[in-house]
């Protein structure tokens, strides 16, 4: 992308990926950071996967599928299937 006689003028999203990984790299090993610590280097918080609150105070109460909600599921997917065979039909038919 760099000869000229063949550079049509536009830079793209991977050349322009490509500049800054370039740029980007040179960087990294200039920061004289420590790397974070986990549970087994030295962290001593307490995780807790809840963020404080009980899971029951969030988590929704689903009840059981009737068997008439079944049968009409059953329905519809049939009718949309059916749908969909008539239009596929109707559009391949000459």
Known sequence: WTAKANFDGLAGVGEQ??????LQYTLVKKQATKVPVTADTGGTSIGN???GRPMESYMPVTTEIT???KVAAGFV????????????FFVMKE
């Open 17 to 22: 990926m490509s500049a800054l990984s370039a």
């Open 49 to 51: 996967p809840d963020a």
């Open 67 to 69: 068997i008439g909600e």
């Open 77 to 88: 997917t049939t009718a949309i299937a059916f749908s969909v065979l008539g239009a596929s």
